[in-house]
């Protein structure tokens, strides 16, 4: 009997959100769009972390809060074991328990003027859960994120951002989700606090049988903890492929400029950086053919008309009409 590993299913997704709300602009038809997310088909599997990764302005967090919820898609379908989800508001509490979030700034995310017990027995408490069930469930989180009782009664300004982050990562998991969405959680750390909630987070995996969504804007931050990457360009999925290879052979140029712009990937060595020319197009009004070739320094004439289709590449997909000789590369 096969068994479906899948646990979240994204296909052909897309939001796009109006630069002009205004009455004329709707009667005119002059109102603007901004292409957030773009037909982006992904899927992960139970237990697994897929990263995805870009610059600011790639649509990683608007993908991620189609997942959760936050945002109505405009196209396409998220499936969660198999169910449609719906927007957060007409999600039941089953699916809105199984789905976590954390956020990249932890003390925005907490509210000031509620105590770290307070504050993680909030999601419990929305889901009518008794005193004394909540009560011993704080217990259990705070030793799970390592905290000490005695934070209990702290106030977010009287954490350090790691702290402050060990609190909102056990909101996350409190009602014991099977999907945590993970949005840049250690990008406003400092690098060594980084890598003690990085393994932080690898421990909990283990432990609560999680499965992972982990946006970055970097592929230096992922490499330790993804098993795939995603590789995310204004609003579309350049490159799909497990990590491993993904590192050592890209199929896809954008990858390769990420790569190269990680200055200790090369034993020995700084890379060559590829300084890729231009800043990146308006989503409002994205290039033609491949939306990348405004800035690939591989672009052929072909890929200002053609779009991509998504080539096979050894475990991986890459859009790129010259994705094998990019792989070949390496
Ligand atoms: Fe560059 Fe063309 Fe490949 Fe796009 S399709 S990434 S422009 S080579």
Redesign the pocket.
Known sequence: MSVDRTLLEIDGLSKEFPTDDSFLSGVLGTRGYLKAVQDVSLSIDKGETLALVGESGSGKSTLANLVTGLHEPTAGDVRFEGESLETATSRTQDTLADIGMVFQNPKGSLDPRVTVRKAIKEPMHAAGWSRERREERVDELMDIVDLQSNFGSRYPNELSGGQAQRVAIARAVALDPKLLVLDEPVSALDVSVQAKILNLLMKLQDELDLTYLFIAHDLNVVEHIADRVAVMYLGKI?EVAPTEQLFENPS???TESLLSAIPEITPGGQNDRIVLQEDPPSPVNPPS?????T??????E???R?V?DGHEVDDGE??????EE?YASE
């Open positions: 350049m896809h140029p954008y053919g491949c939306v990348f070739h800035r690939c320094p591989a672009a052929e072909r890929c200002t053609e991509p890459s859009r790129c009409h010259f994705a990019v």
